[in-house]
Nanobody, 124 residues
Framework: QVQLVESGGGLVQPGGSLRLSCAAS????????VEWYRQAPAQLRELIAT???????VYAASGQGRFTISRDDARNTVYLQLRSLRSEDTARYFC??????????????????WGQGTRVTVSA
């Protein structure tokens, strides 16, 4: 069973930092792009950043400047470093990837996977 599990969220004061993790199990993220999204209450889910299979990051406007996406394929994990947090960063943060549901079968296709999210609350 393929899963993405986010962790690292919590309550942080404005100006603080957090590092979120997205750990994959049941399949490998190697060579696969992985994205981070967030969804604030009563808002649409928005893309923050993508990291491609070679480790090159691409940031959406919401993630530009204060957030850093990275990956550790040996740990099958993608990270999102959040800095200089603001109240408007309060949201549930999700990771997403298209991974092989049968990683041992290189002829198999890719399926869409989302984690359950980790909540970030920025408040004094």
């Amino acid at each position: 069973q393929v899963q993405l599990v986010e962790s690292g969220g919590g309550l942080v004061q404005p100006g603080g930092s957090l590092r979120l993790s997205c750990a994959a199990s049941g399949s490998t993220i190697r060579d696969r792009p992985v994205e981070w999204y967030r969804q604030a209450p009563a808002q649409l889910r928005e893309l923050i950043a993508t990291i491609d299979g070679d480790g090159r990051p691409v940031y959406a406007a919401s993630g530009q400047g204060r957030f850093t996406i990275s990956r550790d394929d040996a740990r099958n994990t993608v990270y999102l470093q959040l800095r200089s947090l603001r109240s408007e960063d309060t949201a549930r943060y999700f990771c997403h990837a298209e991974l092989r549901s049968r990683p041992w079968d290189l002829t198999s296709g890719y399926s869409d996977y989302w984690g359950q999210g980790t909540r970030v609350t920025v408040s004094a």
